[in-house]
T-cell receptor
Framework: ETGVTQSPTHLIKTRGQQVTLRCSSQSGHNTVSWYQQALGQGPQFIFQYYREEENGRGNFPPRFSGLQFPNYSSELNVNALELDDSALYLC????????????FGQGTRLTVV | QQPVQSPQAVILREGEDAVINCSSSKALYSVHWYRQKHGEAPIFLMILLKGGEQKGHDKISASFNEKKQQSSLYLTASQLSYSGTYFCGTGSNFGNEKLTFGTGTRLTIIP
């Protein structure tokens, strides 16, 4: 139990649609990062939020966007879904300067058809 | 550049030891190790920092060689619960979890 929860656990969307995934971070954590994990691959860094501002982005297009809220929750939004967006989306929360590492939620399995 | 892990997969009998290696082409500041079971979230095992010593807890330990830009995870007297895919994640800033994950090592422990 990491204290990080994501919703929904599974989702099926049609190509071209938009999707919002949600994450509730562990209390007291000030960073939240989102990762995309394709089947059989390691997680790929999408972006990170720190104190409600984007704090770094991986190699993902602008149709991937996010928000972080003061209550430790965050969202990942993906517009104009493509078939290749099908993956497990993980959020990870952490606290800078503690050396504790990041704690992952159980993920949202997104299938684009 | 994604860190490269070796081996890609290994099968061990319960009680045997394993070593998983993680090599990066870029200078490392920190290395994070995770274990992920099928269909579950990655679980944080430990973090090693540049200039830090070898770390460990229970029968799992790890080392970090800055000069070689490598880290190794050591699993001693493996248990069935150790089965899963192990990932190293390399970070550029301490405590800032923008991780670049390695290629993964699938570990299977059999009775």
């Amino acid at each position: 139990e990491t204290g990080v929860t994501q919703s929904p656990t599974h989702l099926i969307k049609t190509r071209g649609q938009q999707v919002t995934l949600r994450c509730s971070s562990q209390s007291g954590h000030n960073t939240v990062s989102w990762y995309q994990q394709a089947l059989g691959q390691g997680p790929q860094f999408i972006f990170q939020y720190y104190r409600e501002e984007e704090n770094g982005r991986g190699n993902f297009p602008p149709r991937f966007s996010g928000l972080q809220f003061p209550n430790y929750s965050s969202e990942l939004n993906v517009n104009a879904l493509e078939l290749d967006d099908s993956a497990l989306y993980l959020c990870a929360s952490g606290k800078t300067g503690t050396g504790e590492g990041a704690f992952f939620g159980q993920g949202t399995r997104l299938t684009v058809v | 550049q994604q860190p490269v892990q070796s081996p890609q997969a290994v099968i061990l009998r319960e009680g045997e030891d394993a070593v998983i290696n993680c090599s990066s082409s870029k200078a490392l500041y920190s290395v994070h190790w995770y274990r992920q079971k099928h269909g579950e979230a990655p679980i944080f095992l430990m973090i090693l920092l540049k200039g830090g010593e070898q770390k460990g807890h229970d029968k799992i330990s790890a080392s970090f060689n800055e000069k070689k830009q490598q880290s190794s995870l050591y699993l001693t007297a493996s248990q069935l619960s150790y089965s899963g895919t192990y990932f190293c994640g390399t970070g550029s800033n301490f405590g800032n979890e923008k991780l670049t994950f390695g290629t993964g090592t699938r570990l299977t422990i059999i009775p």
